[in-house]
């Protein structure tokens, strides 16, 4: 099912669905955390780069492999 808006956008959404704010809690919270781990990927990319270019990394495959989640 679609509907048009007064300003012309498309909004499809299905006819039967349950989409409470309990439940755009949630998807707001797990967008949140989500943010919060990348926010921390990148914060760690950043410092191994940082390093990497003041040449403070000894042993570069094994600092690398403590990021690697295998």
């Known amino acids: 099912m679609s509907e048009t808006t007064a300003s012309g956008d498309v909004d499809v959404v299905e006819e039967e669905t349950h989409f409470t704010s309990a439940s755009a809690h949630v998807h707001i919270w797990e967008i949140m955390v989500y943010n919060r781990d990348l926010q921390k990927i990148k914060e760690d990319i950043s410092d191994v780069e940082k390093r990497l270019k003041n040449s ?10 403590s990021f690697i989640f295998f």
């Not at 403070?56 to 492999?65: A, G, M, V």
């Open 56 to 65: 403070r990394i000894e042993n570069i495959p094994t600092y690398i492999k």
